[in-house]
């Protein structure tokens, strides 16, 4: 990691582990700190949007222990940078986990995060928040657009799925 990131942001002057974290769906700089702290590293433009990001955080957090706690947010001008510290909360990838639960397993891992999903449910949406179907149309639309930039993918792939993208509602 870059020996300037280190010194200019706070939580990784005095970490003795940083590992950076290279899964999820977002174009974030993901570092765990000393298994304690997740620091996430976004561009300056964002930082009013992720203001009331965190925000959100620290209201979800206050309903469900499988939120993580919001800490600080800050800017590196040198960097180009902004940054969110938030507590980590270790545990395993999803995606790989449920394949090596039995069935039964699944579905009460499934049950438990439909509850949790319940109580953060409670917390309305920020004022102005767009519906979550425009949302999403609009992200899919975004992913569409950078499958039809890939060379090496089949174009008859590419030309049934674009009409599920286009379907007003779909999401």
Do not use: C
Request: charged share 30%; net charge negative; aromatic share 10%.
């Amino acid at each position: 990691m870059n020996k300037v990131m280190e010194h200019e942001i706070p939580f990784m002057r005095e970490a003795n582990r940083v590992q950076q974290l290279t899964k999820g769906f977002s174009n974030d700089q993901k570092f765990v700190i000393d298994d304690k702290y997740l620091i996430r590293l976004f561009p300056l433009d964002d930082v009013n949007h992720r203001k009331r990001e965190l925000e959100t955080i620290n209201m979800l957090s206050s309903l469900s222990d499988f939120v993580p706690k919001a800490i600080e947010i800050g800017v590196q001008e040198a960097l180009g940078l902004a940054y969110m510290v938030l507590t980590y909360l270790p545990g395993k990838d999803g995606e790989e986990a449920l394949g090596s639960l039995t069935e039964r397993e699944q579905y009460h891992v499934g049950f438990q995060a439909g509850k949790e999903l319940k109580k953060l449910h409670e917390y309305p949406a920020p004022e102005g928040t767009e519906p979550w179907n425009i949302h999403k149309k609009r992200k899919s639309d975004r992913y569409i657009e950078e499958l039809k930039l890939l060379e090496d993918i089949d174009t008859v792939v590419i030309s049934r799925l674009i009409p599920f993208g286009q379907i007003d509602g779909f999401y």
